[in-house]
């Protein structure tokens, strides 16, 4: 099993940016799936954005498409989401989540370990 720690996140003003951070520990990170979700108060958890465990497939919500970076440093064991032109409306809690040799799923039930999470606020 591996454990995740991200990190990265704060309080930015609308325009600004962030780059979030997913350490991995545990088994070896370079063959599982590694998404990003995000949960605002009140609503459900939401596919963010996904890479695949072979790095060379991405996916993004179309809300972030062009503004999000999903990117890993398998060496390292990290993934990261680099988020530019933040609006408010992307508060909230980010999530990492890993899915052994997954095939991007963009489904909270498909992913085995997640993170703790990192708060994410922008003012407007």
């Known amino acids: 099993q591996v454990q995740l720690v991200e990190s990265g996140g704060g309080l930015v003003q609308a325009g600004g940016s962030l780059r979030l951070s997913c350490a991995a520990s545990?088994?070896?990170?370079?063959?599982?799936?590694m998404g990003w979700f995000r949960q605002a108060p009140g609503k459900e958890r939401e596919f963010v954005s996904v890479?695949?465990?072979?790095?060379?497939?991405?996916d993004y919500a179309d809300s972030v498409k062009g503004r999000f970076t999903i990117s890993r440093d398998n060496a390292k064991k990290t993934v990261f989401l680099q988020m530019n032109s933040l609006k408010p409306e992307v508060t909230a809690i980010y999530y990492c989540?890993?899915?052994?040799?997954?095939?991007?799923?963009?489904?909270?039930?498909?992913?085995?370990?997640w993170g703790q999470g990192t708060q994410v606020t922008v003012s407007s």
């Open positions: 545990g088994r070896t990170l370079s063959m599982y799936t």
């Open positions: 989540a890993a899915n052994w040799m997954g095939n991007g799923n963009r489904r909270t039930d498909g992913y085995e370990a």
């Open positions: 890479i695949s465990w072979r790095g060379g497939t991405t």
